[in-house]
Every structure is written in C-alpha cells, then in structure tokens.
C-alpha cells in the first residue's frame, strides 16, 4: 500500500479531474500505479480525515518559511484549494507532504461571514418560480420543470425529454391552463432558455431571448431573473426540487413517461398541494383558491403561435411483417381501475 500522503494527493488530483496522466506527473508517480491504485480501490477510501498520528512535541516544521505564501495567497483568493497551493510551494522549494500543508490551510483559510437571507414574501398572484431538475430514470435522462406559485407555494410539475425553449413554453402554458390565470411576473434562473446576457452586475441590463420576450407578452407576464451566484432568491422552487426528489421519485418505479407524468400529477393533488407547508403554516391548495386565483391575469383567448419552426417528426419505418410494435406496460392496480369503470 502507498503512503498516506501520496494516496490523499492522488485522490485531490482525480477529484480536480485531470488526466490519469497529468496526475502521474504532478504527482511524480507512473501512471500505472495511478491505474493500480484506482483498480484496487485504494483510492476509493475516505481520505478526506487528517491521519492518525502519535503526539509530537511541537517544534519547527518545513512549512514554516512558505506560510507567509500561503496566507498572502489567500488574502486575495480565500477559495484557492489545498491543491494549488501545495503546486505553489512546491515550486518555490517546499519539500515537505501535501496532508501538513492541507491541514495548515484548512485551520487559516479566511471563512466569510454568511450572507443574510432574508425572506421574501410575494403579494397574491404576483409571482411564480420557474426551475428544472434533471433526473435520471432507467430509461433515460428526463427534466422536471416546476413552477411554484409564490404565494400559496402550489406547486405544478410537468416532465420533458429536453430542456429546451419549446418544452418551457410547452409546460408554462399548461400550468397557466390548469390555474385558469397568469401570475404577474416570472422569476427564473440563468436559463440559456431565457437570458442572452445578464449585464445588471457591469451596471447593464438582463438581455432576453427575443422568442421568450414575445410568449412573454402574449401571456402577459414579466421576466426576471436571478442574479448570477444568487440562486438562494428563489428558494421557494429549490426546496421543492428536494421535496419532489425524496417524496416522489425516492422509492417508486415507473414503467415510462406516462406512467410518471400520471403518478407525478396523483401526487401533486393527493400529497403535495393539500399538505400544511412547513413555511406558511398553511394548505397550497386552499390559498390557491382563496387568494392566488382571484389575482392572477386573465389568460388570453388563444394560444401562443411560436415563430421557430417545430422539430420535423421522426421517418415512420416502412409497414410490414418486421415492423416491431412497442406497447407499454401499465401497472396491474391500473387495469384493475379500468376493468371496474367498464363495470359500472
């Protein structure tokens, strides 16, 4: 087994996502060994503890003359990693282990105050937060996109193959159907969907994608966006991500996009939307009608008429005795349900 040292900088470097090879030569190891230790598992172990070591007077240590180095490194730059300070000192000469320095730098390295978060409470029907959430499903990557109402907290999920401008489009009008109205102003994140450039940091303006600008106005709400590095201002859609993740997803089977579109909108009505939230102290699904619908916008007559031209549908194959039928498999609760409605 390789040293402690060796082994904790080997795993840093492959967390950093270098080459096997670049590992190699930082490291001053050969690259088979970088293949041997991950084959067998040594690197796989948690590292990430100081290692147990037997009391020693305190004295001087060969990292004493490079700690100025370091500290004045990161007055300028508090999150530079352990990693790229030890390459630092190694240049200039440090020639002890990469543990002491990365233990010298976990005690000095400057720890920001937390940024104040303060809550930010919306007036009926004013706004709606709109986010996805990728899930990996065993039949491939889907995208949940959730729009969160900001005063009751009622939450509407919808699932699509892409994340693309099409399917918010797609999924914002169907929530704005199914509320029967238009909440006054849209918070997003930084979709490329959305936002061209955001300038407001440089004193400039949120630049929007003109076909969202024009949706945007059709159904009569406003834009706004995040700024960057400053998701937490929508927090009212990121909790709901990790609810939908733990109480949904977490131990179900689906049998396909279908089966998990109908158990999505079973849970939104008998689970999500009718439970007390844990904010407001109060039902999303009663606020809804007792204060959010009455405030939304009238949705317009018609339905929005994009000017990009839909995805051209897949070549059908040619009919015959190879044609392959796919039928998807439905659970048996779900016959059951059909069988009794041709019953009654």
């Known amino acids: 087994m390789y040293g402690w040292d060796k082994l904790v900088l080997l795993k840093h470097l492959l967390e950093q996502g270098l080459s096997k090879t670049a590992i190699a030569e930082q490291a001053g190891v050969s690259r088979g060994l970088v293949y ?3 084959r067998t598992g040594q690197l796989d172990r948690d590292l990430a503890a100081p290692r ?32 790229r300070l030890f390459a630092e000192c190694r240049a200039a000469g440090y020639p002890g282990s990469y543990t002491q ?10 720890v920001p105050p937390p940024e104040p978060v303060v809550r930010f409470e919306t007036a009926p029907g004013r706004q709606a937060q709109v986010d996805f959430a990728e899930v990996r499903l065993p039949w491939g990557k889907r995208f949940a996109l959730l729009v969160v109402l900001g005063y009751s907290r009622l939450l509407w999920v919808g699932w699509y193959p892409r994340q693309t401008m099409q399917m918010l489009m797609h999924g914002l009008e169907a929530a704005f159907l199914q509320w029967g109205g238009v909440p006054h102003e849209l918070l997003f994140d930084q979709l490329k969907a959305v936002v061209i450039d955001d300038e407001r940091p440089a004193g400039g303006p949120l630049l929007a994608n003109p076909e969202f600008l024009r949706f945007a106005a059709h159904w009569g709400f406003r834009i706004r966006a995040c700024r960057p590095y400053r998701a937490k201002t ?4 990121e909790r709901p991500i990790r609810y939908l993740r733990t109480n949904f997803l977490y131990g179900r089977e689906f049998l396909g996009d279908a089966d998990l579109q109908a158990q999505c909108d079973a849970w939104l009505t008998d689970v999500a939307n009718p439970r007390v939230h844990g904010t407001t102290g109060a039902v999303p699904a ?6 959010d619908r009455p405030a939304l916008r009238l949705p317009p007559s018609r339905r929005y008429q ?12 040619p009919a015959g005795p190879s044609l392959t039928v796919r039928v998807e498999r439905r659970a048996l ?5 059909l069988l009794t409605a041709a019953r009654a």
């Open 306 to 317: 994009s000017l990009i031209p839909a995805p051209r549908a897949p070549t059908r194959p």
């Open 52 to 83: 147990p070591s037997r009391a020693r007077p305190p004295g001087p240590q060969r990292l004493d003359p490079y700690k100025p180095i370091i500290a004045t490194r990161l007055a300028t730059y508090p999150a530079l990693s352990a990693v």
């Open 333 to 337: 609760t779900a016959y059951a349900a």
């Open 36 to 38: 041997h230790l991950l």
């Open 234 to 237: 929508k927090g009212k859609v």
């Open 286 to 291: 009663v606020r809804f009608v007792e204060a």
């Open 101 to 110: 320095l990365a233990e010298h730098v976990r005690r000095v390295r400057p």
